[in-house]
């Protein structure tokens, strides 16, 4: 075996969620294509939500990087080094993505944007205590704080700014080691409060608010029994908001995203020709799988839907590397949105808002109102149309330890960020733009690091400051990263949902369903679908209706969905409901070809009683019945054209 020359954390980034469950926890998956699972439904016995816990593990590797094996407690002595802050309340106001021409200026009739503080009014000498710093903890051993009672390893040290002076307290998680002296990474509970008691009145940038979402970087140290001590390459752990719907991937992936970083790095690890398995079916499969989260994706592209491309059928026709289904596959490219951004292409696929959209007005021109998939992605489903590719042996779901070191070090990249969603970026769900620019890494995957660590770069923040070298995306600390993200997180959760515009329709576009999910099948409908006593009438009239994720919350009860007015209603009452609504639980189907053999049905939601019409949910309303343009974001109408009136 090869001598181990240096030692590497993976994943590079690790993902963890926060819950409202004190003790308990899950963990996603370490290896591809394998279900997202939990036996209390990602809830603990009352009914709390479970935290998503971040595991990183160490593995020895020759002087190129090569993964030999992995390192455990049984190697040697393992010390791990976490450092992890909330900077939001102290950062500047999200207003746009920052790298879009919109943005920088370079769109016409708009000049560039120019954020200003968050909690401006506070001094410059008192701005550091609007961090919440949980500081730098060390853990090492075996199943060390497994019940996670000990304070020595938690993040409980952190800050959060009161204007008599006694600055409260924040709890932003605790580290734990498991059997192997692997480091476990657990959040915060889903805490968001203001200083002034003062309700949240916009979806991004709430003035007085704090959360206890975080970030920051993981470092590891081990002494070999030989003696020999390295110290690891290290990572980085983000805190994010629960996944309300786990196992359904989005268009774009954060690990879509971070491939596409890797490749403007110029250190693309991938293939020219793809694979129709590895590179084109998880779009296909996408598909579908998002019309469990979006009642428009469900019509267009659900499953028995003409648009559903995922069935054994069509995929034995998209898989033909023959002439003999050539227009069908250019057919299915040109429904793709073309990532160049040239021209508006409103109509095509997905069916996703995109990073430029200000407003959801019919007459906006910027060809990134909408979102397009990644440049890779779009070359190789050209490939893939013109019939430029390769098909292997469909994917097995493995076993940890039926694969080498290699793969396994790999897939804990992969499976840590396959959960996550590559945009839009407004400002996102676990991270936002800043993650595809290279200036933010080391190497591909791995965020660098930067030991100085200002709050304030003057005044205003612009793209000219963002992107520049030494500004603040050329390296980060502890907490830069989520510092980018809404405050608090339960404003934005509830404020990107989906059909903005009338005129586009009811359900679609949206903006990240599968996380925040717009349209659900219920417990009840999929009981009756269960029920051998049901007519196959009544068993399709369940299957066929769905009703809104946040109702009760930032919908009215009842069809069409009005949102509840005023829009700060909705999103003060997701601040302390986010843990009453339902997560989406993958279920056996009937048994019966006419309905699927998988279903995601909506679990654990104890808010009220639905009032639903199911036998209208589908049908398209009148132009009167559309929901009303969300008010969360009039704000950023007002701004776009006072800005444009100004340039």
Request: with cysteine.
């Given at each position: 075996?090869?001598e181990?020359?240096?030692?590497?954390?993976?994943p590079?980034?690790?993902?963890?969620?926060?819950g409202?469950?004190p003790?308990?926890y899950?963990l996603?998956?370490e290896?591809?294509n394998k279900?997202?699972?939990d036996p209390?439904?990602f809830?603990?016995?009352?009914g709390?939500?479970?935290?998503?816990?971040?595991?990183?593990?160490?593995y020895?590797a020759?002087e190129?990087?090569?993964?030999?094996?992995?390192?455990?407690?049984?190697?040697?002595?393992?010390t791990?080094?976490?450092?992890?802050?909330?900077?939001?309340?102290a950062?500047?106001?999200?207003?746009?993505?920052l790298?879009?021409?919109?943005a920088t200026?370079?769109?016409?009739?708009?000049?560039?944007?120019?954020?200003?503080?968050r909690?401006?009014?506070?001094s410059?000498?008192?701005?550091?205590?609007?961090?919440?710093d949980?500081?730098?903890?060390?853990?090492y051993?075996?199943?060390?704080?497994?019940d996670?009672?000990?304070?020595?390893?938690?993040?409980?040290?952190?800050?959060?700014?009161?204007?008599?002076g006694?600055?409260?307290?924040?709890?932003?998680?605790?580290?734990?080691?498991?059997?192997?002296?692997?480091?476990?990474f657990?959040?915060?509970y889903?805490?968001?409060?203001?200083?002034?008691?003062?309700?949240a009145?916009?979806?991004?940038?709430?003035?007085?608010?704090?959360?206890?979402?975080s970030?920051?970087?993981?470092d590891?140290?081990i002494?070999?029994?030989?003696?020999?001590?390295f110290?690891?390459?290290?990572?980085?752990?983000l805190?994010?908001?629960?996944?309300?719907?786990p196992?359904?991937?989005a268009f774009v992936?954060?690990?879509?995203?971070?491939?596409?970083?890797?490749?403007?790095?110029?250190?693309?690890?991938l293939?020219e020709?793809p694979?129709?398995?590895?590179?084109?079916?998880p779009?296909?499969?996408r598909?579908p799988?998002?019309?469990?989260v979006?009642?428009g994706?469900?019509k267009?592209n659900?499953?028995?839907?003409?648009?559903?491309?995922s069935?054994?059928?069509?995929?034995a026709?998209?898989s033909?590397?023959?002439?003999?289904?050539?227009?069908?596959?250019?057919?299915?490219?040109?429904?793709f949105r073309?990532?160049?951004?040239?021209t508006?292409?409103?109509?095509?696929?997905?069916?996703?808002?995109?990073?430029?959209?200000?407003?959801f007005?019919?007459?906006?021109?910027?060809?990134?109102?909408?979102m397009?998939?990644?440049?890779?992605?779009?070359?190789?489903?050209?490939?893939?149309?013109?019939?430029n590719f390769t098909?292997?042996?469909?994917?097995?779901?493995?076993?940890?330890?039926?694969?080498?070191p290699?793969?396994?070090?790999?897939?804990?990249?992969?499976?840590?960020?396959?959960?996550?969603?590559?945009?839009?970026f407004?400002?996102?769900?676990?991270?936002?733009w800043?993650?595809?620019?290279?200036?933010?890494?080391?190497?591909?995957f791995?965020?660098k690091?930067?030991?100085?660590?200002?709050?304030i770069?003057?005044?205003?923040?612009?793209?000219?400051?963002?992107?520049?070298?030494?500004?603040?995306l050329?390296?980060?600390?502890?907490g830069?990263i989520?510092?980018?993200?809404?405050?608090?997180?339960q404003?934005?959760?509830?404020?990107c949902?989906?059909?903005?515009?009338?005129?586009?329709?009811?359900?679609i576009?949206?903006f990240?369903?599968?996380?925040?999910?717009?349209d659900?099948?219920t417990?009840a409908?999929y009981?009756?679908?269960?029920?051998e006593?049901?007519?196959?009438?009544e068993?399709?009239?369940?299957?066929?209706?769905?009703?809104k994720?946040?109702?009760?919350?930032?919908?009215?009860?009842g069809?069409?969905?009005?949102?509840?007015?005023?829009?700060?209603?909705?999103?003060?009452?997701?601040i302390?409901?986010?843990?009453?609504v339902?997560?989406?639980?993958?279920?056996?189907?009937?048994?019966?070809?006419n309905?699927p053999?998988?279903?995601?049905?909506?679990?654990?939601?104890?808010?009220?009683?639905?009032?639903?019409?199911?036998d209208?949910m589908?049908?398209?309303?009148?132009?009167?019945e559309?929901?009303?343009?969300?008010s969360?974001?009039?704000?950023?109408?007002?701004?776009?054209?006072?800005?444009?009136r100004?340039?």
């Open positions: 075996m090869p181990i020359k240096q030692v590497i954390i993976h590079a980034i690790g993902v963890a969620r926060v409202n469950s003790k308990e899950f996603l998956p290896i591809i279900p997202i699972t209390g439904n809830r603990d016995k009352e709390r939500i479970k935290r998503q816990a971040a595991r990183f593990r160490l020895g020759d190129n990087g090569n993964i030999i094996r992995e390192l455990t407690a049984e190697d040697g002595d393992i791990w080094t976490v450092h992890v802050a909330n900077k939001k309340a950062w500047y106001n999200f207003d746009l993505a790298d879009i021409p919109q200026g370079a769109f016409k009739g708009y000049p560039p944007v120019e954020s200003t503080l909690n401006v009014t506070i410059d000498a008192e701005r550091s205590r609007l961090v919440i949980g500081g730098s903890l060390t853990i051993g075996v199943n060390t704080n497994a996670g009672n000990d304070q020595n390893f938690a993040f409980d040290k952190g800050t959060f700014y009161s204007p008599d006694n600055d409260k307290p924040v709890y932003l998680g605790e580290l734990r080691t498991d059997e192997n002296g692997s480091l476990l657990l959040g915060g889903g805490l968001s409060a203001s200083y002034a008691n003062e309700s009145v916009t979806f991004a940038n709430n003035d007085t608010w704090h959360d206890d979402t970030d920051g970087p993981v590891a140290k002494k070999l029994k030989t003696g020999e001590v110290e690891a390459v290290g990572a980085w752990v805190t994010a908001p629960p996944d309300y719907s196992g359904i991937q992936t954060g690990y879509d995203l971070l491939v596409q970083t890797a490749i403007d790095m110029g250190q693309s690890v293939p020709i694979e129709f398995w590895e590179h084109i079916y779009m296909l499969e598909m799988l998002n019309g469990w979006n009642a994706i469900f267009q659900g499953w028995g839907s003409p648009g559903d491309l069935t054994p059928e069509m995929v026709k998209l033909d590397t023959s002439n003999q289904y050539f227009e069908l596959r250019q057919a299915i490219f040109r429904q073309n990532p160049d951004y040239l508006m292409q409103a109509e095509l696929f997905p069916p996703v808002y995109g990073d430029g959209l200000q407003g007005k019919s007459s906006d021109t910027d060809p990134r109102n909408f397009a998939v990644m440049p890779f992605q779009y070359e190789y489903f050209q490939q893939w149309a013109n019939g098909v292997g042996k469909r994917p097995e779901t493995k076993n940890w330890y039926d694969i080498t290699a793969e396994q070090a790999a897939y804990l990249d992969r499976t840590s960020l396959d959960e996550t969603i590559g945009g839009p407004h400002p996102g769900c676990e991270f936002t800043p993650m595809r620019q290279p200036i933010l890494y080391s190497t591909p791995r965020i690091r930067r030991l100085d660590d200002p709050l770069y003057g005044p205003i923040l612009n793209s000219q400051i963002a992107l520049e070298i030494n500004g603040p050329d390296g980060s600390a502890a830069d989520t510092k980018w993200m809404a405050v608090p997180w404003t934005d959760t509830s404020s949902l989906s059909g903005y515009v009338g005129i586009m329709g009811q359900y576009p949206t990240w369903p599968v996380r925040v999910p717009n659900v099948l417990e409908d009981e009756i679908m269960m029920n006593n049901s007519t196959l009438e068993k399709n009239a369940a299957f066929s209706n769905r009703v994720w946040l109702r009760g919350i930032v919908y009215q009860y069809y069409p969905p009005v949102k509840v007015s005023p829009y700060t209603k909705g999103i003060n009452d997701f302390t409901q986010w843990s009453d339902g997560i989406l639980i993958q279920k056996e189907g009937i048994g019966d070809p309905f053999d998988k279903m995601w049905v909506e679990n654990g939601r104890t808010i009220g009683e639905d009032q639903v019409v199911s209208k589908l049908m398209a309303g009148s132009e009167q559309k929901s009303p343009e969300d969360g974001y009039l704000w950023m109408v007002e701004r776009a054209e006072k800005r444009k100004e340039w």
